[in-house]
Nanobody, 123 residues
Framework: VQLQASGGGLVQPGGSLRLSCAAS????????MGWFRQAPGKEREFVAA????????LYADSVKGRFTISRDNAENTVYLQMNSLKPEDTAVYYC?????????????????WGQGTQVTVSS
């Protein structure tokens, strides 16, 4: 699976962004999808995940209630709607695809990764 993330940018605190991740190359609906992020000087961390059907989602505590992950299997795309953004959300955001049937926070279970898109939250 080839993954292409987009939608990052500069936004003020309290603002919103929607990230997209377009997949190609294999059957998108066979894969669970996840979003991870990595801030400068920090390790990559889990943000959100969604199973193949979209009926099961999982969020990091730091984004729960503010971020929403969704997918459109007809469009081979997964989204991350980010609301009420905070400066600590600043990072490069990566989408990833996993062969598992459910959802997982474990980056080692994701088989394919996109190139990342920069999100900067600053006034």
């Amino acid at each position: 699976v080839q993954l292409q993330a987009s939608g990052g940018g500069l936004v003020q605190p309290g603002g919103s962004l929607r990230l997209s991740c377009a997949a190609s190359g294999r059957t998108f609906s066979n894969y669970a999808m996840g979003w991870f992020r990595q801030a400068p000087g920090k390790e990559r961390e889990f943000v959100a995940a969604i199973n193949w059907s979209g009926l099961n989602t999982l969020y990091a505590d730091s984004v729960k209630g503010r971020f929403t992950i969704s997918r459109d299997n007809a469009e081979n795309t997964v989204y991350l709607q980010m609301n009420s953004l905070k400066p600590e959300d600043t990072a490069v955001y990566y989408c990833a695809a996993s062969h598992i049937m459910g959802v997982t926070t474990r980056s080692g279970l994701y088989d394919f990764w996109g190139q990342g898109t920069q999100v900067t939250v600053s006034s």
